[in-house]
């Protein structure tokens, strides 16, 4: 969604901030905009619906923009349609004061008309333009700039990251911050702000993140940080691991693909540190026998394919555990009035760390005296911040929009605590312990050895890439796959897709199938195997072409029946969806480059849902 930078040092702003965008890009966005100050020529602002590319065209790649203090901005319309007119910056109207906002500003309306009762008139429809006038009205009334800032966060309700540049302040640029993420950002030729680490990464990885309430004040030599009450604070600093590389294609022709083929590295980086003399050592977390023990239910929260991920877990943990674990959709657990007390533990999982219905939900389980932890890949993001522990997968940086490596962390991670806990409780064997755990080592070996010949992968979504209508059927842990198979298909791909519990055929799916359509069969789960079997008969028999997924194992057996059959390595039974998923994530992807979808960023989607 909505992307910010800021710069304001020795070096001209514009190219600095384009470069900033363009890296940001993979989040989503519909039009993006610049405002830069200089001397000469005072403020100046350029805006373009669309891509980047519109904007760097504009201003011939910044050159027509000159000043060393400026913001910019990628926009994901929520408030009025994407146009050139609502784009950021917004500028009071005076044009003194440029203001770039992510996050949704709540009681905008109820500003706004007073505002225009004071005879103050607004060029757009954003609730972002209000806050700019707002601005200008404080700042006219006590002249001091950060005066004027700290009386607007007083007034305003909702979430926000706020980057601010005026005329009158050549030299200084103004940050605020509540719900929405934003980085301070050291560099040796001035300092930045980014409410995405990869938009200043080339230039620092010396960052600090700020809190809800702080504002910061920004000179080429200085970043000042103060809370609400305008008292100066001490920033913790962090440094940032990965480097710039990281975040770039390398030659690969999309991040999608890139990323499902750096699994087998960030599902290793995520579980070998945490092995060490065959036991889990979870130094992060610092949950102790005495609670677990306590632990009456589990709840695990999340959105999109982080829920998904919770979905295989519940199956894994209630075997390992012996205790009740919900799987609940972060938008629905907030608003449901959940059952949560002191016993009660928590579980929320998000790559960014930013999905704006987790952090809800995660403060709702808090609130009601749960006990929380997050399974989060970016350090410092606000979910990692508030909830009580946090396990971080080591993805590194996740730019395609639909996640692979992102999900696969997260389900060796949820593994990890799973085993852990069950450790704790004594659920577990002590066979079965090292079973899953040598299993656990070397996952990444098996995902490689299949990512070496997924070529019958990329020859089935050559024949099956114009089907309107795709099924995925399976049974436990093969059905929690599915749930992931089949959105990352339609995210990317456009094609309807539905996954089904492969019991539930019999009470109305069934009735969808018809000769031609395509089913992707699931039956990997070797216990259910026999009964995978019998629901490809079932299907078959209505005239469905049948792509199975399986282990080498069953391949044998799967080939007698289905029409096209991909196996997967075997590994113990609880880890299977961990090689189960690398099929469908690539059955997808190659589906979508047939089709010529633009796979990194789908239509209507953003990397992270910053808004409800
Ligand atoms: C968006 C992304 C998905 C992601 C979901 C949850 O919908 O497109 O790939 O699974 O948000 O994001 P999170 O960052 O909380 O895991």
């Known amino acids: 969604m909505c992307g910010i930078v800021g710069f304001v040092g020795r070096e001209e702003a514009a190219p600095i901030?384009?470069?900033?965008?363009?890296?940001?890009?993979?989040?989503?966005?519909?039009?993006?905009?610049?405002?830069?100050?200089?001397?000469?020529?005072?403020?100046?602002v350029k805006k373009s619906k669309g891509r980047l590319q519109a904007l760097a065209d504009l201003t011939h790649n910044g050159t027509d923009v000159s000043g060393c203090l400026g913001i910019g901005h990628t926009r994901w319309a929520t408030h009025g349609e994407p146009n050139d007119i609502n784009a950021h910056p917004h500028v009071s109207e005076n044009g003194a004061i440029a203001l770039v906002h992510n996050g949704i500003i709540e009681n905008y309306l109820e500003i706004k008309e007073q505002l225009a009762r004071q005879g103050v008139s607004f060029a757009s429809d954003t609730d972002t333009e209000v806050v700019a006038q707002l601005l200008e009205f404080h700042y006219n009334e006590c002249g001091s700039m950060l005066e004027a800032v700290g009386r607007v966060l007083r007034r305003i309700e909702g979430s926000y990251a706020f980057g601010i540049i005026c005329s009158d302040y050549p030299n200084a640029l103004i940050a605020a911050r509540k719900d929405s993420p934003l980085i301070l950002g050291y560099g040796e030729n001035g300092n930045f702000i980014a409410s995405d680490v990869t938009a200043i990464i080339k230039h620092t990885r010396d960052v600090a993140y700020m809190n809800d309430g702080e504002i910061a004040v920004l000179t080429e030599n200085s970043i000042d940080v103060f809370d609400s009450e305008m008292t100066p604070l001490e920033k913790e600093h962090s440094f940032i691991e990965w480097d710039v590389t990281a975040a770039e294609k390398c030659g690969y022709p999309h991040f999608m693909f890139k990323e499902i083929l750096e699994q087998p590295e960030a599902v290793r980086k995520t579980i070998s540190p945490r092995i060490r003399d065959g036991r889990i050592v979870l130094d992060d977390i610092s949950l102790t026998a005495e609670y677990a023990e306590n632990i009456s239910h589990i709840y695990m929260i999340a959105c999109g394919s982080a829920f998904y991920a919770g979905s295989v877990?519940?199956?894994?943990?209630?075997?390992?555990?012996?205790?009740?674990?919900?799987?609940?959709?972060?938008?629905?657990?907030?608003?449901?009035d959940p059952l949560v007390d002191e016993n009660t533990l928590v579980i929320a999982i998000s790559q960014s760390g930013e999905t704006l219905d987790t952090m809800a939900a995660l403060r709702e389980a808090k609130r009601l005296g749960g006990r929380t932890l997050a399974v989060c890949n970016v350090v410092g993001s606000s979910i990692a911040r508030e909830a009580d522990d946090v396990l971080y997968t080591w993805a590194g940086p996740e730019i395609a929009v639909a996640t692979s490596k992102g999900y696969s962390t997260q389900l060796a991670a949820l593994d990890l605590i799973g085993l852990y806990l069950a450790d704790l409780l004594g659920s577990v064997s002590r066979e079965e312990y090292d079973e899953i755990l040598t299993e656990l080592q070397v996952l990444p070996e098996k995902m490689q050895q299949y990512l070496e010949h997924y070529e019958e992968t990329q020859y089935y979504a050559s024949l099956y890439f114009n089907h309107d209508s795709i099924f995925f059927i399976g049974r436990n842990l093969d059905f929690a796959m599915g749930l992931e198979g089949s959105l990352k298909l339609k995210e990317i791909s456009y094609i309807h897709s539905e996954a089904y519990a492969s019991g539930e055929l019999k009470h109305g799916t069934i009735s969808l199938i018809e000769p031609g359509t395509l089913v992707v069969a699931l039956g990997t789960?070797?216990?259910?195997?026999?009964?995978?079997?019998?629901?490809?008969?079932?299907?078959?028999?209505?005239?469905?072409?049948v792509l199975a997924v399986t282990t080498e194992g069953?391949?044998?057996?799967?080939?007698?029946?289905?029409?096209?059959?991909?196996?997967?390595?075997?590994?113990?039974?609880?880890?299977?969806?961990?090689?189960?998923?690398?099929?469908?994530?690539?059955?997808?992807?190659?589906?979508?480059?047939q089709r010529g979808c633009d796979i990194d960023k789908p239509r209507n989607l953003a990397k992270s849902v910053t808004v409800e």
């Open 525 to 545: 789960h070797g216990p259910l195997f026999d009964k995978a079997m019998s629901n490809v008969v079932e299907v078959k028999a209505r005239g469905a072409t």
């Open 17 to 44: 901030l384009l470069e900033g965008l363009r890296q940001m890009e993979y989040r989503g966005y519909d039009s993006a905009g610049i405002a830069v100050r200089s001397p000469e020529k005072g403020l100046q």
């Open 554 to 593: 069953f391949r044998e057996k799967m080939e007698k029946t289905a029409d096209a059959v991909i196996a997967v390595p075997e590994t113990h039974r609880l880890l299977q969806p961990s090689l189960g998923i690398v099929p469908l994530q690539l059955f997808a992807y190659y589906v979508a480059l």
């Open 313 to 336: 877990a519940k199956y894994v943990w209630e075997q390992l555990l012996r205790r009740p674990v919900e799987v609940v959709l972060a938008s629905e657990f907030r608003y449901s």
